[in-house]
Each structure stands twice: as C-alpha cells, then as structure tokens.
C-alpha cells in the first residue's frame, strides 16, 4: 500500500435504504435480474450471527444447505467456546501432552500463525487470556471497577505468544497435532473462524456445480463468479458510526471481503468505548481505529488481515500490505480520518 490515499469525506447525499434480512459488518445489496435464472437464498443463525448463503443454478438449494452443513461441522472444529471443539481440546492441555486435530483446524491455524509471523505479532491468536482480562471471554463483555491494572496486563501478556503452539502435520492426509507450551495459554478464533467457515461453504458450492454465489457469515462476505446478468456481486460496507448506513459499495468477484470494528463487541467505561480487538504487543483494547475493511482472495484471508491491520494501523498496515498482492484495504482512525491502498476498487467514501 505504498500509495496510501488520506481523506475526509463528508456525505452530502441520502443513503439508499435496503430491505435486507441482517446487518452485520457487510450487506449484499444485489437485486434479482428479469432473467430465468433463480436466486435461492437461505440463512441459518450460527457462528454467532446470521448466515446467509444466496446462489444461482438449478441445484441452488440442495447446494446451499451442504454448505450449511459443512459450515457446522468446521465449527465445531473451531469454535473455542464449543467445550467439544478441537481448539478448545488444545486449550484445556497447554502445558501438556499435544492435542490430535484434523486437516481443516491445521490449516486454519498455519495460516494464522502465518499471519501472526507476517504482522511482528500484531496478529496472535493466543490471545485470549487477555480478552478474559478484559471481559470479553463472555457473552456481554465487561469489566468490574475501573478495568484491569498495568501488573495484571503484564501478567496475562506472559501467556500470549502465537510462537508458543507447535503445530505439526503428517506427511500425509492432512491431519496433525497442536499443543500450547504453556498451561493457561488459551486460543481464541475469532480473527479466523468465520472466514474459514465461509471458504469451505464455497469450496462445497463449487463441487456442488455452483458458479454464481455469494456466502455472508458476519463480518465476512465470500463471492463466486457474477451473478447471472454479467455484473458483479455488490456489498455494502457499513458506517461504523452510524448504524443502518454505509459507506461505499464494492464490487466482489471471486474474492473476499471482511471488515473488522470497534462497534462489533464493546462496552464503555470511564467516558472511553472499549472494543474487543485487543493489541497483544500491549496487552490494551486498540482505540485509534474504528474499522478496517479487507479484500483478499479468501475468506480465511480476509478475515485474519481486517483484524491484523485494526491493530497496526494505516502506516504500519501499509508495509504488510505492500508485500500481499492480491489484497486492498479501507481503514477508518478513531477521528474519521479515511486511508486506503490503491488497489481498493471504489474511491468514493461517504462518511
């Protein structure tokens, strides 16, 4: 992102209203074509929002609810809050013997060590004891007082270290085994879990015969081919400040788009908005960003690169970004301040 574009803009028009069945980080605002082709489209309330899955082809329906299905059974894979999961397996034996995992949380955790490795560990996955610290390892995040002090930060920062779980892989099948050096390590998926998700809804999809789809799971948005008239997919990205509104409107094509926020998971304390994105090298909520938005060639992708650049930042975001082609982002200061690489395909930003 060498060419980072810094700006303000003010919206001076209306915004257009949708009839849409879920805000949540990004909205497909696509509108059916007068052609035979039919768009199906079903939703399900898992991850921990809703998912929407909208496909052309004759088999759309049938298509949809497997990816439905494999999206579950990923989950369950990957969802530490899931006592049965196989990242939760991992974190209940840190400090002890390895955990045995299957392909899919292999390469979901490689490429979040990748990305953690990539980032100075900006990214780290290991992060969890701190979002305990903070209260964010429940339902509604809190803290009790006036928020934790520097001596229990550091204390919790001494459990996270993503160069702390040893990954290894069989030479053959996929499969492999994990494990956290030390005990009170604790793995939180959320920089990567959805994403993921979404990348094996359209892995199935695919083999399923579809090439027109789209597959929205929170704050991921994963698109094939065009929709039927030629055009590409459009997707909204929303306002972080004011709700129901957006920003700019994005074409998708076979590509990726995932947005990271503070208005996502926060509480308020002492005047000051506490959001759930934690900067493991200090060990505090990140407060100079309001959102970052992520197109990459994968959900996966996406996912871990909106969290990774909420934590660096527009200056230190862009040497990343400069080694990733492929990959354009949209980022959002705490003061309104709008900064872009120049690759991101739509210039216009109300904000």
């Known amino acids: ?31 059916c074509t007068a052609d035979n082709a039919t768009l199906v489209t079903q939703q399900r309330q898992m991850l921990h929002t809703f998912v929407e899955i909208k496909a ?29 999961s196989e990242i939760s397996a991992i974190n209940k034996n840190a400090g002890g013997a390895s955990v045995n995992i299957s392909p899919e949380t292999v390469e979901a955790l490689q490429a979040a060590l990748k990305f953690s490795s990539l980032s100075g560990g900006a990214l780290d996955i290991t992060v969890g004891p701190l ?15 006036a928020g934790p002090h520097a001596e229990e930060i550091k204390k919790a920062r001494l459990y996270v270290d993503y160069r702390s779980l040893e990954l ?49 799971a929170g704050g991921t948005i994963c698109a094939i081919g065009r929709k039927t008239d030629g055009s590409k997919w459009k997707v909204a990205v ?25 208005y996502e998971r926060f509480y308020e304390k002492n005047g000051r908005r506490k959001g759930h994105i934690i900067d493991p090298r200090t060990g505090n909520p990140v407060e100079r960003m309001q959102s970052v938005s992520v197109i990459a ?3 996966l992708e996406s996912d871990l690169l909106s969290t990774t650049l909420f934590v660096l930042g527009p200056a230190e975001g862009s040497r990343l970004m400069d080694s990733l082609p492929g990959t354009s982002a949209l980022l959002v200061s705490h003061d309104g301040k709008i900064s872009m690489s120049e690759k991101w395909p739509e210039k216009v930003i109300l904000y």
């Open 1 to 31: 992102m060498k060419n980072f574009r810094y700006s303000i803009y003010e919206a001076k028009s209306a915004y257009l209203l949708f009839s849409l069945s879920f805000f949540l980080g990004f909205l497909s605002a696509d509108i």
């Open 56 to 84: 052309y082809g004759d088999n759309a329906g049938a298509a949809i609810s497997a990816a439905f299905d494999e999206m579950e059974r990923v989950n369950r894979l990957l969802n530490n809050y899931d006592n049965t």
């Open 131 to 145: 979002l305990r610290l903070w209260g964010f390892a429940q339902e509604i995040p809190s803290t009790k007082g």
């Open 168 to 216: 290894q892989q069989a030479v053959s099948g996929g499969a492999g085994t994990a494990r956290l050096v030390k005990k009170g390590m604790w793995i939180d998926a959320g920089s990567f879990s959805k994403g993921y998700c979404a990348d094996r809804a359209i892995a199935v999809l695919k083999k399923q015969g579809i090439r027109s789809a789209l597959v929205a």
């Open 238 to 262: 929303r306002h972080p400040r004011k709700d129901d509104n957006f920003m700019t409107f994005v074409p998708l094509c076979d590509a990726s788009i995932s947005t990271s926020g503070d």
């Open 297 to 299: 060639a994968t959900g």
